[in-house]
């Protein structure tokens, strides 16, 4: 299969047509060069909130309950594309909330080529998510079964921790959607999902927001590119790295994925992390402190 993961830039909307054609422009260009499935990173939903205008927008609390508003019609919109240029998207991650009362999740959304979607809610939140924006963990890791293969999602912080990408050992390819603000948070994100392509011995795939939004004090600032890792082993390459985007430039990073790959490097590979992994269970006991003078 072919994968196109994005370095997504969030823009002022002047109008609901504007976000439509804006999508469909993007799916398009990925379809038209032949990929199967498409990333989007996290947050990248939260332009949405400038269709309420700059005050709401500017509103930390007002932009989560304006994009929660949209976000209906924005499904109804991916399921569209993806059943008209017959291909799976994962949609840029956006605000949910339960009911009035509730704290929103952050919510990934995978679109299947017959418009069929299925979600996934970040398990961990940042200390900004937490402590100032007040978004909560969602519901329980899943796989899905695709006809791509078995996808997990691990959106953004969630790809630093390695017992949730344990909890998706089963999945071929993980999803990586991410929305980071400093280099140092990228890079924190990518070795992140390298590890987690090297422990399960799968694909792992990240998508970025990218550039400067001053009208949201949310997401005012974006580094990244989009980039797409595997385990260094036979039928990947040394570095483990498929493909890698420029830095801060927007746009699609392709990548050819070979499912094939992922089941010899687990059955026949150099090394077997996947397998081994239990292994830890009887020697990861609390290490003894030993002076020594």
């Given amino acids: 299969m072919k994968i196109a993961t994005a370095a997504y830039p969030m823009e002022v909307l002047a109008d609901w047509e504007a976000y439509t054609e804006k999508l469909t422009a ?3 260009e990925a379809a038209d060069n032949g990929a199967d499935l498409l990333v989007f990173p996290e947050y990248g939903a939260m332009e949405l909130a400038t269709l309420s205008g700059a005050e709401i927008a500017a509103d930390l609390e007002a932009s989560l309950k304006a ?3 949209y976000l209906p019609a924005a499904d109804r919109l991916h399921a569209a594309l993806a059943q008209r240029f017959k291909v799976h998207i994962l949609a840029a991650s956006a605000p949910v909330f339960a009911d009035d009362e509730a704290r929103p999740v952050n919510r990934a959304r995978l679109f299947a080529p017959s418009g069929e979607m299925v979600a996934q809610d970040k398990q961990i939140m940042t200390r900004f998510e937490r402590e100032i924006w007040h978004v909560d963990a969602g519901e329980q890791l899943q796989v899905f079964d695709t006809a791509l293969g078995k996808i997990g999602i691990l959106i953004c912080y969630d790809s630093e921790f390695p017992l949730l990408g344990r909890a998706l050992s089963e999945a071929d390819i993980l999803l990586v959607p991410s929305c980071t603000d400093t280099l140092a948070g990228y890079w924190r994100v990518r070795i992140g999902a390298m590890a987690r392509a090297l ?15 001053d009208w949201s004090p949310a997401v005012d600032e974006n580094v990244g590119a989009g980039g797409v890792f595997g385990p260094p082993d036979a039928g990947f390459p040394d570095t483990g790295i498929l493909a890698l985007g420029e830095l801060n430039t ?3 990073t392709y990548a050819e ?3 094939t790959n992922v089941r010899q490097a687990r059955e ?8 081994h992994w239990i292994d830890q269970e009887t020697r990861c006991k609390a290490a003894q402190i030993t002076q020594l003078r």
């Fill in 67 to 69: 994009v929660a508003g």
């Fill in 257 to 259: 994925v070979s499912l």
């Fill in 268 to 275: 026949t590979g150099a090394q077997f992390n996947r397998r």
């Fill in 26 to 28: 993007w799916v398009r």
């Fill in 199 to 213: 422990e399960n011995q799968c694909v792992c795939v990240m998508a970025s927001t990218v550039g400067d939004c």
């Fill in 250 to 252: 927007p746009g699609w």
